[in-house]
């Protein structure tokens, strides 16, 4: 199984927030990442956060690191029909293996 | 800048047949990566080379997969002979640096393998 683990859907209406969850294993994890897919695309990184922060916030996005319960999150603010799409959550093992999450897949709705 | 590009984009053979995928990273990226994700799962690393070298390979099933960056740029990934579990998405990334943590991996479109 995974030692990534993600909810696997999410729906959200269109200007609302959106919040996505994450928890992982490796207690020496010292980045943790998000990415995003779209239909027929390749993983594009949207942010990152170093072990030694609680929280990182970038334009829409907020993520939030508890490394006490190792859970990650990722806030999306005003979320948009573009921001459908599946997003990944992984940690990085040793110096540089990711290992990801099965995806929450986000849903917009009008 | 172009991304890294990955050919074909879909292929569908039978089993025991023989495929082979083409990646070709951003230029000037040492360290280049071959993931497998499988339907409704996260990429799984395959194979990582920094240049033209093997870094990590533990994840390859050996007996029927193989990987080559013979001049430290674009990469083959091949499958000899595939399996109905070998359908997947089949992601090239790389990074600029040494793989250490923290870089940025840059991932391709993808190839979609089905094997009938």
């Known amino acids: 199984g995974e030692d990534v683990e993600q909810s696997l859907f999410l729906s959200v209406r269109e200007g609302d927030s959106s919040v996505i969850n994450c928890t992982y294993t490796?207690?020496?994890?010292?980045?943790l990442y998000w990415y995003k897919q779209e239909p027929g695309a390749g993983l594009q990184l949207l942010t990152y956060?170093?072990?030694?922060?609680d929280m990182k916030q970038d334009q829409r996005l907020t993520v939030l690191l508890n490394k006490k319960d190792k859970h990650l999150s990722l806030r999306i603010a005003d979320t948009q029909t573009g921001d459908s799409a599946i997003y990944f959550c992984?940690?990085?093992?040793?110096?540089?293996?990711?290992?990801f999450g099965a995806g929450t897949t986000v849903t917009v709705r009008a | 800048e172009a991304g890294v590009a990955q050919s074909p984009r879909y292929k569908i053979i039978e089993k025991r047949q023989s495929v082979a995928f083409w990646c070709n990273p951003i230029?000037?990226?040492?360290?280049l990566y071959w993931y497998q994700q499988i339907l409704g799962q996260g990429p799984k690393l395959l194979i990582q080379?920094?240049?033209?070298?093997?870094?990590?390979d533990s994840q390859l099933p050996k007996d029927r997969f193989s990987a080559e960056r013979l001049k430290g740029v674009d990469s083959t990934l091949k499958i000899q002979p595939a399996k109905l579990e070998d359908s997947a998405v089949y992601l090239c990334?790389?990074?600029?640096?040494?793989?250490?943590?923290?870089?940025?991996?840059?991932f391709g479109p993808g190839t979609r393998l089905t094997v009938l």
């Open positions: 080379f920094q240049n033209n070298g093997v870094v990590d």
């Open positions: 230029s000037g990226h040492a360290t």
């Open positions: 992984a940690e990085s093992i040793y110096d540089y293996k990711l290992s």
């Open positions: 990334a790389s990074s600029s640096t040494s793989g250490t943590q923290g870089d940025t991996q840059y």
């Open positions: 490796d207690s020496s994890s010292t980045y």
């Open positions: 956060i170093f072990s030694n922060m």
